[in-house]
């Protein structure tokens, strides 16, 4: 198994909406990321997991929670976003001093 | 921090010639530099990456070309076909976790 998986691949939400997207790898990957890429623009990192602990928060607004239950998984959870939040979620996983592996992305459009 | 500027940012070729896309670093401590295609409604796919004690690295009809002296480095298609069509986007890295991408360059084979 050589990809990360990622669903939903669309959602749709209120602003008052509680949500989660999710991401699954199962090819050992210790490091895992969450990107949010807006249209006709690069990925922009939020988050890296490193062994299962958070190691980066590019200041990212709490209103987006992550949570890496474990190795192979890795969840973020939404609450009371914004429509300007819309944008392609990307997951994507690593192994040491290897390129990343990008999952399809999750369309999340917030009314 | 680490900036990276790609040109051009669009590029139309003729099917079977070849294509050029070009990408500057500032950060001089940067030693990891992969390329990504990203199709429409697609996440972001690593094609070829170069490590900084590399000048040159070839997979079949892509090839990407590091000048540290220069803090350049280049992404070659040989050949080009109509599926090649995509956006490509460099990236410098020090750390493989935090990637800096340029903004990317949309590439157009016509038939």
């Known amino acids: 198994d050589t990809e990360v998986t990622q669903t939903p691949k669309h959602l749709v939400m209120g602003m008052t909406n509680k949500k989660s997207l999710k991401c699954e790898q199962h090819?050992?990957?210790?490091?895992m990321y969450w990107y949010k890429q807006k249209a006709k623009k690069p990925p922009e990192l939020m988050f890296v997991y490193s062994y299962e602990k958070l190691s980066i928060n590019e200041s990212v607004p709490s209103r987006f929670s992550p949570e890496c239950p474990n190795s192979s998984l890795l969840n973020l959870h939404l609450h009371a976003l914004q429509p300007e939040d819309s944008a392609l979620y990307l997951c994507?996983?690593?192994?040491?001093?290897?390129?990343?592996?990008f999952g399809p992305g999750t369309r999340l459009t917030v009314l | 921090g680490e900036n990276v500027e790609q040109h051009p940012s669009t590029l139309s070729v003729q099917e079977g010639d070849s294509a050029v896309i070009k990408c500057t670093y500032s950060?001089?401590?940067?030693?990891?530099f992969p390329w990504y295609k990203q199709e429409l409604g697609k996440g972001p796919q690593l094609i070829i990456d170069i490590r900084s004690n590399v000048g040159e690295k070839k997979d079949q009809r892509i090839a990407v070309t590091l000048n540290k002296t220069a803090k350049h480095f280049s992404l070659h298609i040989t050949e080009t076909q109509p599926e090649d069509s995509a956006v490509y986007f460099c990236?410098?890295?020090?750390?493989?976790?935090?990637?800096?991408f340029g903004s990317g360059t949309k590439l157009n084979v016509k038939p």
């Open positions: 950060d001089s401590a940067s030693n990891y």
């Open positions: 090819m050992g990957h210790r490091a």
């Open positions: 990236a410098a890295s020090t750390n493989f976790n935090k990637f800096y």
């Open positions: 994507a996983s690593s192994q040491d001093r290897t390129g990343k592996i």
